[in-house]
């Protein structure tokens, strides 16, 4: 017999007597073990030194598709592609040499299905045969794997209209912001105008609708370069990059103006809608996302301010005047923390008997020894909120006053109040002023509310039911600015109310032009045929007193009759009157 056979021999009688040592392996486990092997839900396998299989749990059998008899004695470049394979291998030597337990995550291949493992190899020893085998397990994770994806999904990506987050944004947008000798990046950011109104008037389902198709259109702008977001309610952002010039950028921004050209479908009804943007550059206005997003985002306020649906790109001043406008935001807030507010009182009189029988509130900010009229700082209250504070500040102290001076014997005196639109549209307003009137003890007939045509008719069904509810206390509703606001007067009859106050602009040129002492008088006559009163603001001078007494106008008020003046003035006016009367 030639070498050549007798190897071949030896290799035959070699691998029998290895499949019987594995046979006789598995023989040796009891069925209770095999048992509790099967049933776990992860694959369980046993390896010798060459890797060849010894046993296989049953999930391990049946995701190869293999009877147990057929895995052992095979290696894993019996199951798995070449590059799997090797890799396994790999991993299993070196556990082999390191007698420690490994652990990882890797994409296995079964069967040419990718599959997410948590995969594990470990040495164990049998004392009794004196032998070492490689313990292996692997657990499909899979659901786990996609779970993961969804919570990333969810994490980076607005669940509306599938677009970036401002979270997406934060994390991976610094990749767009490169940019060349020759080239420069930006991030643009923009709200869609009068979005709050649509939202309102027609409902969050068409708000969302509206939302999503914006979604769309900005899709169609996407390239390698430019990355959309939605960052938050209404406002939107694009990052990019790799822009030849400021030029190219304001191409970009014309595009997404051009998106709203076209009217948008919205539950049958066709919306217009437009878009106001803002821009920063980078390097040149902020070298991090964050300090882009935050001066874009100024840049599209300043927009805002002057006029909408267009674009503007940031400059430094923007930042010097928000830095202003939030130390002015911190000082309002701190002044009413301090107390730093007080009331003024003009008083208003009955034409007829030039006898005073009420006076308006009016505020003042009383801030270092300088004392700042209301048009400084008002809108400021009213875009922070803190108009509402404010307001119910105003409204008690004023309530309050009005008690004082009427338990004096000044029992005509009838307060008026300012009502901001952001506090008249607080659902609780009807009841806070309930409250307001319960805690001073001023009767409701002594409380007059002013409110502006726009402050009822931006809503006006909840409007309805929060006048008719004050009417129900017994407060007065006056109407402020009156022909200044909606040209349809059909409100009038829409809505409870008292009080008609002719807006200054149409008493200041009362005496010289025909056509304001017109409208003054088809005023006037309008509101006695509505049964209403009306009281004319703004009264300079005795000939415009005159005119509106000839009209039939009800009251007045005015620098005529007395400036603004604080509550201890107030109350000595009132003494002389009283005594000259």
């Known amino acids: 017999m030639n070498v050549s056979s007798q190897k071949s021999t030896e290799e035959k009688l070699n691998a029998i007597s290895k499949k019987a040592a594995f046979a006789g392996l598995v023989s040796a486990m009891s069925p209770l073990n095999i048992s509790i092997l099967d049933a776990l839900p992860i694959h369980i396998f046993l390896e010798d030194r060459q890797g060849r299989t010894l046993f296989a749990n049953k999930l391990a059998c049946e995701t190869n598709g293999k009877e147990l008899h057929e895995l052992i004695g095979k290696t894993v470049f019996d199951f798995f592609s070449p590059s799997v394979a090797e890799k396994i291998r790999q991993h299993d030597l070196k556990t082999w040499e390191s007698k420690r337990m490994g652990i990882k995550e890797a994409v296995v291949d079964f069967n040419g299905k990718p599959t997410p493992m948590l995969t594990g190899t470990t040495i164990i020893e049998d004392h009794a045969a004196g032998e070492e085998y490689l313990l292996g397990f692997s657990l499909d994770i899979s659901e786990r794997v996609e779970a993961e994806e969804k919570l990333q999904k969810l994490a980076y990506y607005d669940p509306l209209t599938g677009l970036p987050n401002r979270r ?5 947008g610094s990749s767009y912001l490169m940019a060349g000798p020759e080239e420069c990046s930006a991030v643009l950011v923009f709200d869609l105008d009068f979005f709050k109104k649509i939202n309102d008037s027609l409902g969050y389902e068409a708000g969302d609708l509206l939302l999503k198709e914006t979604a769309r259109r900005l899709r169609t702008l996407e390239t390698a370069d430019v990355l959309t977001a939605r960052i938050s309610g209404d406002r939107f952002a694009l990052l990019a990059s790799r822009a030849s010039c400021a030029n190219e950028i304001s191409a970009l921004c014309e595009k997404v103006l051009e998106l709203f050209q076209q009217p948008f479908l919205v539950l049958d009804r066709k919306v217009p809608i437009s878009a106001s943007i803002g821009v920063s550059m980078y390097p040149h206005d902020g070298e991090s996302l964050y300090s882009l997003l935050i001066h874009a985002g100024l840049a599209v306020n ?6 909408k649906n267009g674009y503007q790109f940031f400059t430094a001043s923007m930042k010097e ?8 935001e911190i000082s309002l807030s701190q002044g009413l923390e301090k107390g730093e507010f007080i009331l003024y009182y003009q008083p208003k009189i009955n034409i007829d008997t030039k006898e005073i029988y009420g006076m308006e509130a009016l505020v003042r900010w009383n801030r270092s020894n300088s004392l700042i009229p209301p048009g400084e700082f008002i809108e400021l209250a009213e875009e922070t909120g803190l108009i509402v504070p404010l307001g119910e500040w ?13 338990e004096l014997g000044y029992t005509q005196l009838k307060v008026s109040v300012n009502v901001s639109a952001v506090q008249f549209q607080k659902q609780d307003f009807a009841e806070l002023t309930a409250r307001v009137l319960e805690e001073t003890g001023l009767e409701p007939s002594a409380l007059e509310l002013e409110l502006t045509e726009s402050t009822i008719m931006d809503k006006p069904k909840e409007a309805a039911v929060i006048l008719l509810r004050l009417q129900q206390l017994g407060v007065s509703i006056s109407i402020d600015d009156f022909g200044t606001g909606f040209s349809s007067f059909s409100y009038l009859k829409q809505f409870p109310m008292n009080v008609l106050k002719i807006d200054r602009s149409f008493i200041q040129n009362i005496a010289e032009e025909g056509a304001d002492q017109a409208i003054a008088k088809a005023m006037i006559s309008l509101a006695h045929n509505l049964g209403l009163m009306i009281v004319a603001e703004g009264v300079e001078t005795e000939e415009q007193l005159g005119i509106l007494e000839e009209a039939g106008c009800d009251a007045a008020q005015g620098y005529f009759i007395s400036r603004p003046l604080t ?3 107030f109350l000595d006016y009132l003494k002389s009157r009283h005594l000259n009367g």
Do not use: I
């Open 168 to 172: 997406y944004m934060e994390h991976y």
């Open 302 to 307: 300043v927009l805002k301010s002057k006029g």
């Open 567 to 569: 509550a201890g003035a």
């Open 321 to 328: 005047l928000a830095e202003r406008r939030l130390e002015k």
């Open 394 to 406: 105003v409204l008690r102290e004023a309530c309050r006053q009005c008690k004082e001076w009427r």
